[in-house]
């Protein structure tokens, strides 16, 4: 198993470009989640799902947005990219059951010039 | 608004030391408490977690202490080694929610 998966790795935008940011994992996990870690911050939730067809917001919604049409991706948009969103992007999958680790991908280092 | 605070932010010791780790949180919906580890170029993986009915976990040279009525918790690391060096975070999570709410981090080096 791959578990948690991001595409792409590293992406360096301008100012009011878009981008998706892909998450996929092979769990059969119902929750998804997309984080942002920026120095000293910790992680902070940006959204997330809790089964395919559903998204929530989470503590930083603003200027991003995100699908779930499969159960096994979860996709984070950014429509006009600004500096402030220059940050490394981790998505993680938990399942509904007993189990509450959440399990992170790689990340996603995204530049915005 | 930070519901979880971390400290310290940085943390040396030697070889075999024992570095603690600590946090505090204000919300007592908050009902399970884990700790991710974080290499570089890596995404956090849970280290181990705790719910608040214990007031004490062990894993390994892992153990987390858990003081409810201070709204505290924190990680010791027993007979530290090079390859524990990460950034440690602990987190909170509300009662029938799924959501992390993670601390700051502590960057962690074991010196050999």
């Known amino acids: 198993n791959a578990g948690v998966t991001q595409t792409p790795k590293f992406r360096v935008l301008k100012t009011g470009q878009s981008m998706t940011l892909l998450c996929a994992q092979d769990?059969?996990?119902?929750?998804m989640y997309w984080y942002r870690q920026d120095p000293g911050m910790g992680l902070r939730l940006i959204h997330y799902?809790?089964?395919?067809?559903?998204?929530a917001k989470g503590e930083v919604p603003d200027g991003y947005n995100v699908s779930r049409l499969k159960k096994q991706n979860f996709l984070l948009g950014l429509e006009s990219a600004a500096p402030s969103q220059t940050s490394v992007y981790f998505c993680?999958?938990?399942?509904?059951?007993?189990?509450?680790?959440?399990?992170f991908g790689p990340g996603t280092r995204l530049l915005v010039l | 608004q930070q519901q979880v605070k971390q400290s310290p932010q940085s943390l040396i010791v030697q070889k075999g030391g024992i570095p603690i780790i600590n946090c505090a949180y204000e919300n007592t919906a908050f009902d399970y408490f884990p700790w991710y580890q974080q290499f570089p170029g890596k995404g956090p993986a849970l280290l181990i977690a705790i719910r608040p009915d214990v007031s004490e976990k062990k894993e390994g040279r892992f153990t987390i202490s858990f003081n409810k009525s201070a709204k505290q918790f924190s990680l010791h690391i027993m007979d530290s080694q090079p390859g524990d060096s990460a950034t440690y975070f602990c987190?909170?999570?509300?009662?029938?929610?799924?959501?992390?709410?993670f601390g700051s981090g502590t960057r962690l080096q074991v010196q050999p």
């Open positions: 987190a909170a999570r509300r009662a029938g929610r799924r959501a992390l709410t």
């Open positions: 769990m059969n996990h119902e929750y």
């Open positions: 993680a999958s938990s399942s509904r059951g007993a189990g509450e680790t959440q399990y």
């Open positions: 799902s809790v089964g395919e067809g559903t998204t």
